[in-house]
């Protein structure tokens, strides 16, 4: 994961476009006037940096947590994201436990049952035109009741998230009470596929809602999702299999005496 993180901010300064617009207008006021020769070329004071470096850099850090404190609809949207995401790194411990104890599952099969979650994923992708055109119909039926045209709202990035927390709850039980051997193993691997998509349904929904709500600060918003879910992805996998381990003793402890274990 850091090769792969490493790579990807290379990948980022060296191929992708500055994009933020006052940082752009700078930038074109300097040439143009590097140009012509002319200082008559400047942009309006509100689009120049009025604080250091390090001082954005410090709002920057700041900035996210304010959101998550003081706004009740990003911090909600951030827990639920980050539940998931903490369930999901939980499934990376539950597989091995699961497919080698009732399955007999060798290492490298267990790891092509993860092929499930990537297919849930993947078709929850493949859905993303028919959530762009229902987006654009909820636009067009605003324009209709007496809207703005062209005028949007952020919770029309919604029925995404609505779906998705429909099918997670559905993924998890069905892997969860599919996972004994008198099952297919199929079976809770297409659990964890429709939790898949429940989860891609989620985060994506939440992401381009969080950038519609908060469009000046879409990048505070998406940098406290980010510190909400990598938070708990981090601290759920700590009582997962470990679980395993410490309970069962426990559990055997109180039901037959300290002498029968």
């Known amino acids: ?11 980022t300064i060296v ?21 012509n020769n002319e200082p008559r070329y400047h942009v309006a004071n509100n689009f120049k940096p009025k604080d250091s470096v390090l001082r954005t ?4 850090l700041i900035r996210p947590l304010q959101m998550l404190v003081f706004e009740p609809m990003c911090l909600l949207l951030c827990l639920h994201s980050a539940v998931l995401l903490g369930i999901l790194y939980l499934f990376f411990g539950a597989f091995p436990l699961v497919f080698t104890t009732n399955h007999d599952f060798n290492l490298w099969q267990v790891g092509l049952t993860f092929l499930g979650l990537a297919t849930g994923i993947i078709c929850g992708i493949a859905t993303t035109p028919f959530w762009q055109v229902n987006y654009k119909r909820l636009i067009k039926q605003r324009e ?3 809207g703005e045209i062209g005028g949007s709202e952020p919770e029309y990035r919604l029925p995404q998230v609505m779906v998705g927390s429909v099918l997670v709850p559905v993924g998890l039980f069905w892997f969860a009470f599919t996972t ?39 990048a505070s918003a998406l940098a406290a999702n980010s510190f909400a879910r990598s938070t708990f992805g981090a601290i ?23 002498y029968s274990v």
């Open 180 to 218: 004994y051997k008198k099952f297919h193993y199929m079976l809770p691997i297409i659990g964890s596929g429709i939790f898949g998509m429940g989860v891609f349904f989620s985060f994506s929904g939440t992401w381009t809602f969080l950038v519609d709500a908060y469009p000046v600060y879409a």
């Open 144 to 146: 209709e009741n007496g």
């Open 15 to 35: 191929f992708v476009p500055e994009t933020y617009r006052p940082v752009l207008l700078l930038r074109k006021a300097k040439r143009l006037g590097d140009q």
């Open 1 to 11: 994961m850091l090769i792969w993180t490493s790579i990807s901010l290379i990948a």
């Open 236 to 258: 759920f996998p700590l009582f997962g299999v470990q679980s395993k381990h410490f309970l069962l003793p426990s559990l055997l402890l109180s039901v037959n005496g300290p």
């Open 57 to 60: 850099v410090m709002w920057s």
